[in-house]
């Protein structure tokens, strides 16, 4: 599904990514880990063609991403608030973003629905732009959002960070649902490593933009882990 | 999907916290560009009687020819000027499955609907149609307007590409200079004349279609690279750049003796050196310091008669002395807006922070003052303008900008780079100075008109010492404003960014 290869990142002389090869296969929830500054959101960036890579490629379905849009299509992302557009409401920003995506008002109820518990009545029909959100609420919509269009990868940075411990359980049951239902690729990065870890069948850890860690085994993850961030 | 964008950018001013002051603006505007294509169209119509009476006896056509380039050396002058580059808020769209070219399309489609675009058209159209076609028919005057406007036209994408790939860079300045120096120094000096140079194409223009051809194909190559230049730079990276830290350390030292004011004072200085936007502003002041040249040494503004000077020269003082404070302090707070909560959060934080704001402005008005003492090589009675005008600038005109500025100020975002979101100078900013100039000459016009020129002079000087004497007291009226209000002005700023 996604390919990357012989990625580099450079700022003037400091390498912040050097990643030579990383495959991850379709509908894989992808968790990505490392310390601040480890390269987790420049990778993403980088993935999703909003920074130049300096060196390498990125493949979403066999297509680089800096050279078509297509993969556009398939691929969800929810990085930072700057992705929302803070003017509109949240039902106007669903509206919007029905429209890009060609999905008809019934298709957007029925996705919308899948979040009722997620949102918790204070995302649709209220009357107050994006803009002022609360932190976590933002986050609730620009996930919903990512989500939207039956896309085949979802980017999601951070997505427990703000949450209130309700909605942390509720969104991690729903990455499993849209995996399970849709066969949905996932790639996460977070600092909550007992979540991560629940959710994600890899696990990859990142240093000084290096991947020093490639974790598959389930049982072993959350042990490994927490040695490599306490030692 | 087009529809869609544009329907977003409506929504986006519509809602924007500053949209009751925006209004005004665009409707202040909107009259005001009204009035000059007015104008414009008029000098259109009468612009062949114009020509026969500058140039007596010769050949309109011909003078006309010789003399468009210097019409276009100026309109990219006055597009560097004035234009603005298109502005988006590429980050919430870029990874949704539109094209970037679509956006890119839309961007610069958006930027040819301004008045600069039509300029040309309203200026020599009649001509055009009421002289050209009489000696070389209709198709004539098509062509040879076609060329012009194309040309025009081929100015606005380059400009588009120009601004943004020069930006803040001394490149940039130079070939700005150059232009200046290859308009008005070709001919004046007598090295060679630039309008017989290029006339040939222009005559060649009314009678075949290939100039207009050439300028179609020179229209979109200029479209071309604008577009290309965008959409190249579309990233992420380049909406907000790191700049490496600039003049560490480093402070005016003089600042230091006034206290808290003076520490902020120090930390304005250091947004103004540390950020391209208001970079630009400072290299604007410097550039200005030259405007004299234009007025002072001109032959049409300088015989007046009894002793007197133009009224024009006022004007001109003003604008060397205090455009920094015109321009930046349109801006007051929203250069802050940031992080107004600093300062609301400390004790007396918003007081010290316009009372440094107000130190800094006026030290770089008098630091324009000092460097325009030169000018007295043209005659003393520049340094008394600019003594006047400089005084007055600092007692009266200051407290008056500040206290229009922060009526609803706008949020603007100094950590943005400049890529599509090129805020800086632009029509509006220079369009908007218009009130605030008329206030010198509510004070300097009666006495100079009763009396003579130096009595006004001398009026103005001690309107300005006067504000300057009850300096505290005025400062004063803008702090409460900005104390009242500070509970929207925060919120405001909380808001949009």
Not at chain 2, 127 to 146: D, K, P, Q
Not at chain 2, 279 to 297: K, N, P, Q, T, V
Request: proline share 2%.
């Amino acid at each position: 599904m996604i390919q990357v290869k012989d990625l580099k990142k450079q700022y003037k002389e400091t390498v912040v990514l050097d990643v030579p090869l990383l495959e991850i296969p379709k509908s894989e929830c992808f968790g990505l880990v490392g310390n601040n500054g480890a390269g987790k959101t420049t990778l993403f960036r980088i993935m999703l063609d909003l920074v130049r890579a300096s060196q390498g490629k990125v493949e979403i379905d066999g297509k680089d991403v800096s050279k078509s849009e297509e993969w556009k299509r398939v691929t969800g992302a929810y990085l930072d608030e700057h992705m929302l557009l803070s003017y509109l409401t949240a039902d106007e920003y669903f509206q919007t973003l029905r429209k890009i995506y060609g999905l008809s008002e019934a298709d957007l109820q029925l996705h919308l629905f899948k979040f009722t518990e997620f949102f918790n009545d204070e995302i649709v029909g209220k009357k107050k732009y994006i803009r002022d959100l609360s932190k976590g609420n933002l986050k609730k919509v620009g996930i919903a959002a990512a989500l939207m269009g039956n896309p085949e990868v979802v980017f999601l940075d951070e997505p427990f960070e703000n949450l209130d411990p309700s909605s942390q359980i509720r969104l991690k049951k729903l990455i499993l649902q849209e995996k399970q239902n849709s066969q949905v690729t996932f790639l996460i990065s977070s600092h909550d490593l007992n979540h991560v870890t629940e959710i994600c069948d890899r696990i990859v850890l990142l240093e000084k933009g290096k991947i020093i860690n490639d974790l598959k085994d389930k049982s072993e993850m959350l042990t490994e882990l927490d040695a490599y961030f306490t030692g | 999907m087009l529809f869609e964008l544009i329907r977003l950018e409506f929504l986006k001013s519509f809602r924007s916290t500053a949209f009751a002051k925006s209004v005004m603006v665009a409707i202040f505007l909107g009259f005001l560009v009204i009035m000059l294509l007015g104008y414009l169209f008029m000098a259109g119509i009468f612009l062949n009687k114009i020509l026969e009476a500058i140039s007596e006896g010769k050949n309109t056509i011909e003078v006309l020819n010789a003399g468009l380039i210097f019409f276009f050396l100026v309109e990219f002058m006055y597009r560097y000027f004035l234009q603005k580059l298109p502005v988006i808020e590429l980050e919430s769209l870029l990874h949704l499955p539109i094209s970037k070219r679509k956006i890119m399309h839309m961007l610069l489609g958006r930027s040819f609907f301004s008045p600069l675009s039509i300029i040309a058209l309203m200026l020599f159209t009649p001509f055009a149609f009421m002289e050209i076609a009489n000696l070389h028919g209709n198709s004539g005057a098509v062509y040879w307007l076609g060329t012009v406007v194309l040309l025009s036209w081929t100015l606005h994408w380059f400009m588009l590409w120009f601004k943004q790939r020069f930006e803040d860079s001394l490149i940039g300045v130079m070939i700005v200079f150059i232009i200046l120096l290859l308009g008005g120094g070709s001919t004046y000096m007598g090295w060679f004349n630039l309008g017989e140079i290029v006339a040939p194409f222009f005559t060649f223009a009314m009678g075949s279609f290939i100039p207009m051809g050439v300028m179609l194909v020179f229209c979109m190559v200029g479209y071309y690279l604008a577009f290309h230049y965008y959409l190249n730079n579309a990233y992420l990276e380049d909406l907000a750049q790191e700049e490496e830290v600039r003049f560490v350390n480093q402070s005016v030292g003089f600042f230091s003796r006034f206290g808290m004011a003076g520490e902020l004072a120090n930390l304005e200085w250091k947004l103004i050196i540390r950020h391209k936007k208001s970079r630009s502003f400072l290299l604007l002041s410097a550039f200005f310091l030259l405007y004299g040249m234009i007025f002072y040494d001109n032959p049409q503004y300088n015989d007046t008669g009894a002793g007197g000077f133009s009224f024009m020269f006022i004007f001109v003082g003003v604008f060397i002395t205090g455009i920094f404070m015109i321009q930046y302090g349109q801006l007051f707070l929203s250069w802050n807006s940031g992080y107004f909560d600093f300062f609301l959060n400390r004790k007396d934080g918003v007081k010290n922070l316009v009372r440094g704001k107000y130190l800094l402005l006026l030290s770089i008005s008098l630091v324009c003052f000092l460097l325009s003492i030169p000018y007295v090589y043209f005659g003393w009675k520049f340094l008394f303008i600019h003594l006047a005008t400089f005084l007055f600038n600092a007692g009266v005109l200051i407290h008056l900008i500040i206290y229009l500025a922060l009526w609803k100020p706008k949020p603007m975002d100094l950590n943005k780079g400049a890529m599509f979101n090129y805020e800086g100078v632009g029509a509006a900013q220079f369009l908007m100075i218009i009130p605030m100039m008329v206030a010198p000459y509510i004070i300097y016009a009666p006495f100079a008109l009763i009396f003579n020129s130096y009595v006004g002079l001398l009026a103005l000087g001690a309107i300005g010492v006067l504000g300057i004497l009850f300096f505290n007291k005025l400062t004063t009226i803008n702090i409460n404003r900005v104390m009242k209000n500070r509970y929207e002005i925060s919120s405001s700023f909380r808001q949009e960014l």
